[in-house]
């Protein structure tokens, strides 16, 4: 009896860039084999944000949100991996409701990374205590994962359309740790 | 709730039904146990280890009892104990979190050497179990009240229950529509929506997928490379999976008793190892009556859709 196809898989070399900063596609990656690195151009200087290992995900804040991507995406060594479509996300979740509760464990992680990071930053800069306290709370109520208003989510919806993307406004903070083994990491999408 | 372990060495089991009469769990239960403590071995219950529908309060307190005894050794000895919540023992998901040396999860994803393994109990991928959620839980209530008057009563549900699926696929076929849909062949006798889960869940990158719930043992090679293992139940031929250090061992457990670990036929599997075409598939022959006897108990194999 014949297998039915449900798994799209691509398959890149060392160096193969898979997802380029500022790219427009919606689709997401699983780790199926191999890593990947995540880098950023920072003031024109590369920057690696994080090793992702098998099982982890990425892209999904551009599946999730509409936006383009943050980072740019390069495989190290053989990497094979699962991609995941916006139309097909729901059906796959229905499939395989685990994906659902993983994606959610990791991106939880990536945000507390990032507060973490948030408070020990601007601790360092001489920041009161206090102060930053307030500023990750905000921050974890806004663009980090927390209710959305109306006019925000409007906003988002404008530059869906084909405004220009804010992306100071889209992107403040989003520097995350390196992946440890057993770790998310907070991976721009 | 952490669901992303590393374990070098962790044995898995499960369907042991504590409390249910129909399941009464023989010593090697906790002579598994206590094989894991003497070699450092972590212990998986795979889901209805306990079970909360159809137990008799009597006999889970003196199975409890017992294997509470063993269980809490294993924190001073730098083990764990995980326990993945099954359909018979849902309300465990009220508990969701690391208790200390007992931790309860919904699935564990186990990294041990190079190798990835998914443990699961299975549930969530049963058909009936998630389209038909009252029904499937008032047939075993009902099950739990048949047990209590004699098990030849719950016997007779079985026959029934198969009657009915039987007269389901007659219609079915009388009005030309396909018995079971085209899905791949999984392990014999089990419904093939658990090897397709299997399936989608080792896509995502793991080596191997654990299942119990259809209290069917064997294992099947998947498409990915990877292999599916399901540990039956403890009704019939308990068995497990024995994973050490990225190498994988399956069989009953009175093998793992019986043989020196180390003299064990283990095995490396992964998933990026090309499938062999057509996919070769290893099932446990459990016996068929035995077999019968622990579908509608457990519930997992309930076919009352098949009727018209």
Sequence with gaps: ?189 | MNTDVREERLIITSDIHMGNRLFPPNRSFGELARLALRNGYSLCINGDGVDVIQMSFSLLTRQLGDAATIFKKFPHAGLKIYYTVGNHDLIFEHFLQDWGGVVVVPFINVESGERRIRVEHGHMYDDNFLSYPRVYTAIMVLGRWAISIHPRVYEGLEGANAAVVSFGHFLKRVKGVPVEPELPDGIPGEHPTFRLAAEEISVRGFDAVVFGHTHRPGKVRLQSGGMYYNTGAWMMKPYCVAIDEGRIWFGPVEELLSTPLHALPWTRVAADAPAPAPAAEEAVEAGGAEVAAGALAAGSTLRFRGVG
Excluded: C, W
């Design chain 1, 1 to 189: 009896m014949k297998m039915p196809r449900f798994a799209e898989i691509e398959e890149y070399r060392d160096g193969d860039i898979i997802v380029r900063d500022g790219d427009e596609e919606r689709h997401m990656y699983v780790i199926q084999h191999g890593k990947v690195a995540v880098t950023k151009d920072v003031g024109g200087r590369e920057v690696t944000l994080a090793i992702l290992e098998r099982g982890a995900f990425f892209g999904e804040m551009a599946l999730l949100e509409s936006l383009p991507r943050t980072a740019t995406v390069r495989a190290l060594g053989y990497a094979k991996l699962l991609v995941i479509r916006p139309g097909s996300l729901l059906m796959r979740i229905r499939r395989d409701p685990t994906l659902a509760l993983e994606m959610l464990q990791q991106m939880s992680r990536r945000i507390r990374a990032i507060d973490d990071r948030l408070v020990a930053l601007l601790s360092n800069v001489g920041v009161p205590e206090q102060q930053a306290h307030e500023v990750k709370l905000f921050t974890t109520h806004t663009e980090y994962g927390g209710p959305r208003s109306a006019d925000e989510s409007a906003a988002a919806g404008a530059q869906q359309d084909g405004a220009a993307p804010n992306r100071a406004a889209a992107a403040p903070g989003k520097v995350p740790p390196p992946r440890a083994a057993s770790d998310g990491a907070g991976v721009p999408g």
